[in-house]
T-cell receptor, first 111, second 112 residues
Framework: DVKVTQSSRYLVKRTGEKVFLECVQDMDHENMFWYRQDPGLGLRLIYFSYDVKMKEKGDIPEGYSVSREKKERFSLILESASTNQTSMYLC??????????FGPGTRLTVT | RKEVEQDPGPFNVPEGATVAFNCTYSNSASQSFFWYRQDCRKEPKLLMSVYSSGNEDGRFTAQLNRASQYISLLIRDSKLSDSATYLCVVNRGRGSARQLTFGSGTQLTVLP
């Protein structure tokens, strides 16, 4: 079974803090994604990566950056957390276009 | 206009009922279509792909109308375990830049 893990299920941070969200997949997938999910807005793509050290902006990249130094790991960075970044963050990986596997999510609260 | 639009529901149906969800998409160049299921406080998981000719997987039937840019999911003989949010998903982009666009989801509750 494909496994996508995320470093934390719940996280509480203060405004202005730098936040790291880690994602690891064990299936040697080339493509990895970071989404945030908010009620009524669905999943919105923040960044994605189709290879090591490659990254592409998604629909809402402002306030975020990413790092992919190894194929299995894709990190999302909030340089200076703000309250409007309180959300559920979901990482996903994919080998083909047909199925995308998600991690369990990190519920981030910024106070 | 959202790229993928769904009726958010909620749909509350009795066990054994047939329920249908609809979805429209705006990008006529989209080539791949899916339904994902998301249980409460869980991650989304692929339910089924949607093919042009329509396809069935047990009690679930998916249909695609490219001319109207419309996708549907029919669930027959609903079970309590079908209670979840159903996400309509459409691809965009090409090659390595291909991404999935998710609808906001339709919430289904099957009542005993």
């Amino acid at each position: 079974d494909v496994k996508v893990t995320q470093s934390s299920r719940y996280l509480v941070k203060r405004t202005g803090e730098k936040v790291f969200l880690e994602c690891v997949q064990d299936m040697d997938h080339e493509n990895m994604f970071w989404y945030r999910q908010d009620p009524g807005l669905g999943l919105r793509l923040i960044y994605f990566s189709y290879d090591v050290k490659m990254k592409e902006k998604g629909d809402i990249p402002e306030g975020y950056s990413v790092s992919r130094e190894k194929k299995e790991r894709f990190s999302l960075i909030l340089e200076s957390a703000s309250t409007n970044q309180t959300s559920m963050y979901l990482c996903a990986s994919r080998a083909t276009v047909y199925e995308q596997y998600f991690g369990p999510g990190t519920r981030l609260t910024v106070t | 206009r959202k790229e993928v639009e769904q009726d958010p529901g909620p749909f509350n149906v009795p066990e054994g009922a047939t329920v249908a969800f609809n979805c429209t998409y705006s990008n006529s160049a989209s080539q791949s279509f899916f339904w994902y299921r998301q249980d409460c406080r869980k991650e989304p998981k692929l339910l089924m792909s949607v093919y042009s000719s329509g396809n069935e997987d047990g009690r679930f039937t998916a249909q695609l109308n490219r001319a109207s840019q419309y996708i549907s999911l029919l669930i027959r003989d609903s079970k309590l375990s079908d209670s979840a949010t159903y996400l309509c998903v459409v691809n965009r982009g090409r090659g390595s830049a291909r991404q999935l666009t998710f609808g906001s989801g339709t919430q289904l509750t099957v009542l005993p």
